[in-house]
């Protein structure tokens, strides 16, 4: 299971959460050979949700009305992702240049 969390506000909405969410997706699936990675995600967080999706995530369930915000109840979206879905940005490259180089 993955979770990010980008502490200063002012750095949120640069891309730098999908770039975060890439970084770890290539080390589980191209170094520890995870084949398929989760996250849950409460179903206000639209700006999260957006990113785990434009990364390749896809909604697979709901954990219904699993937190209570001011009287107000939410789900948890749980998501996930197949290695065969993802393309490496980083491990793959690396690893080719030290047969190579
Ligand atoms: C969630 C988080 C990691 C995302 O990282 P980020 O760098 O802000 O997100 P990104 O910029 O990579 O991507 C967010 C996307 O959602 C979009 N978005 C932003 N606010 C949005 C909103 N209110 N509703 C819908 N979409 C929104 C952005 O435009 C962007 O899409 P784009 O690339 O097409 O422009 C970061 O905002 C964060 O740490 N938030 C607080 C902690 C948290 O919620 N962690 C997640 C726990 S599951």
New binding site residues.
Partial sequence: ML?????E?A???????????KLLLDYGFNLLNLNNIM????SF????????R?VGFKEIGRRRQARIIGGKKFDVILMDILAEEFESVYVKKFLQDQKTG
């Fill in positions: 979770g990010i969390a980008i502490g506000k750095y949120w909405n640069k891309g730098y959460g999908q770039d975060a969410t996250l849950g995600v409460f967080n639209e700006r999260a949700v957006n990113c785990y434009k």
